[in-house]
């Protein structure tokens, strides 16, 4: 079935510091990419999204391109802060229907 | 508009018990999907609801079971709970069943079993 993977955290980062986090997948058809965004206590937050290859997804800083290619769609910000502190998930939507793969997410923290 | 609430934020249960957790999505949204979330098995697909038919479901026993009402709103129900059931239950909803909509999660209900 299909499946996403994501590099293992957690990620410490210094405020400022570039951020990366990979993710490939794998699956039949043509999925939809996303990245949600999990804050202590609260449920997940849609990040950004990538329809279709070669499209680049965007919000508040973080990118992330849909690469079919190389199956990935890495997340990326220039320069972070100590509020992007958090678990960041990488899914996929199957190609039809609703149902969301995660991948296992990654815990960034980041000092001030 | 709203976003997706969930009812009740936190349940203590104990095994052999049964429970029923709510979920009521974004005004005009039809379909409702649950996910389970543990620190092992990260996040899981339950199962998706669209105009109250069960669309699809994961690989979950048949103690697991939802149900969609007529205003889209959502419940799903785990019988003779076990210790391993323990997690929090995110409910999303998104206004159709295309692979490019955005789902939107709910704040989840964190379930413990004693």
């Known amino acids: 079935g299909d499946s996403v993977t994501q590099m293992e955290g957690p990620v410490t980062l210094s405020e400022e510091a570039f951020l990366t986090i990979n993710c490939t997948y794998t699956?039949?058809?043509?999925?939809?990419l996303f990245w949600y965004v999990q804050y202590p206590g609260e449920g997940l937050q849609l990040l950004l999204k990538?329809?279709?290859?070669?499209d680049k997804g965007s919000n508040k800083g973080f990118e992330a391109t849909y690469r079919k290619e190389t199956t990935s769609f890495h997340l990326e910000k220039g320069s972070v802060q100590v509020s992007d502190s958090a678990v960041y998930f990488c899914?996929?939507?199957?190609?039809?229907?609703?149902?969301?793969?995660f991948g296992a997410g990654t815990i960034l923290r980041v000092k001030s | 508009k709203a976003g997706v609430t969930q009812t009740p934020r936190y349940l203590i249960k104990t095994r052999g018990q049964q429970v029923t957790l709510s979920c009521s999505p974004i005004?005009?949204?039809?379909?409702v999907s649950w996910y389970q979330q543990t620190p092992g098995q990260g996040l899981q697909f339950l199962f998706e609801?669209?105009?109250?038919?069960?669309?699809n479901k994961g690989n979950f026993p048949g103690r697991f079971s939802g149900r969609q009402f007529s205003n889209s709103r959502s419940e799903m129900n785990v019988s003779t709970l076990e210790l391993g059931d323990s997690a929090l239950y995110l409910c999303?909803?998104?206004?159709?069943?295309?692979?490019?909509?955005?789902?939107?999660f709910g704040p989840g209900t964190r379930l413990t079993v004693l």
């Open positions: 990538a329809t279709k290859a070669d």
């Open positions: 899914a996929l939507s199957e190609e039809y229907g609703n149902k969301l793969v």
């Open positions: 609801y669209f105009s109250e038919t069960q669309r």
């Open positions: 699956a039949t058809g043509y999925p939809s």
């Open positions: 005004s005009g949204h039809r379909s």
């Open positions: 999303a909803s998104s206004p159709v069943r295309g692979n490019t909509d955005t789902q939107y």
